[in-house]
């Protein structure tokens, strides 16, 4: 079982605002990334830190994280933001990385 | 532009070995921390291992600790997954990672995969 908790399925109708959310002691005391995945692709990391998104990543995408808990907002959501997303941290002991089980997003 | 190529990818039986490879290009490879990640069928990812750009920090995941080793050639911008006594539950598409310059674990690129189907 992962150390990171994610809900495993989430909606949202199209142009609306959905949070994903990824829970975990050791988010308490280590930043959170956040990928997003398509169907037969590799993922690509849309999130890192508080707040911080690669280039060409739409910034209709936003992180924030309070306490054991981290969240990927899209706001604004697109036929093309259907995906699985996947948190990834460390672990309690600070020395070994652990992935949340992902969620997948459906755009209604 | 970063591409991550990774190789090595087989069906086998369990029990068995299999080298997987990653050939880097697009940056300098040496400074950078690399890792592998895998994917089971229909699931979801899974951390497997890394290697400081030194080659040194070399650490693993509980579930391959002591089968795998990851090494790294930074003459050959190449990186390399060991896998010893593979087991069904081995079963998954491998991918070669790129860590990001804020640290781990931050991963900003990823390669294609090469699957490893370890049979019974």
């Known amino acids: 079982s992962s150390e990171l908790t994610q809900d495993p399925a989430v909606s949202v109708a199209l142009g609306q605002t959905v949070r994903i959310t990824c829970q975990g002691d050791?988010?308490?005391?280590?930043?959170v990334s956040w990928y997003q995945q398509k169907p037969g692709q590799a993922p690509v990391l849309v999130m890192y830190?508080?707040?911080n998104r690669p280039s060409g990543i739409p910034d209709r995408f936003s992180g924030s994280s309070s306490g054991n808990t981290a969240s990927l907002i899209i706001t604004g959501a697109q036929a093309g933001d259907e995906a699985d997303y996947y948190c990834?941290?460390?672990?309690?002991?600070?020395?070994?990385?652990?992935f949340g089980g992902g969620t997948k997003v459906t755009v209604l | 532009e970063v591409q991550l190529v990774e190789t090595g990818g087989a069906v086998i039986q369990s029990g068995g070995s299999l080298r997987l490879s990653c050939a880097a290009s697009?940056?300098?490879?040496?400074?950078?921390?690399m890792h592998w990640v895998r994917q089971a069928p229909g699931k979801g990812l899974e951390w497997v291992s890394l290697?400081?750009?030194?080659?040194?920090?070399?650490v693993y995941a509980d579930s391959v600790r002591g089968r795998f080793t990851i090494s790294r050639d930074n003459s050959k911008n190449s990186l390399y997954l060991q896998m010893n006594s593979l087991r069904t539950e081995d079963t998954a598409l491998y991918y070669c990672?790129?860590?990001?310059?804020?640290?781990?674990?931050?991963?900003?690129?990823w390669g294609q995969g090469t699957l490893v189907t370890v049979s019974s």
């Open positions: 990672v790129k860590e990001h310059i804020s640290g781990w674990p931050t991963f900003d690129h």
């Open positions: 050791s988010l308490r005391s280590y930043s």
């Open positions: 697009g940056f300098t490879f040496k400074p950078y921390t």
């Open positions: 990834n941290s460390r672990d309690s002991s600070g020395n070994l990385v652990v």
């Open positions: 830190g508080k707040d």
């Open positions: 290697i400081r750009g030194n080659g040194g920090g070399i």
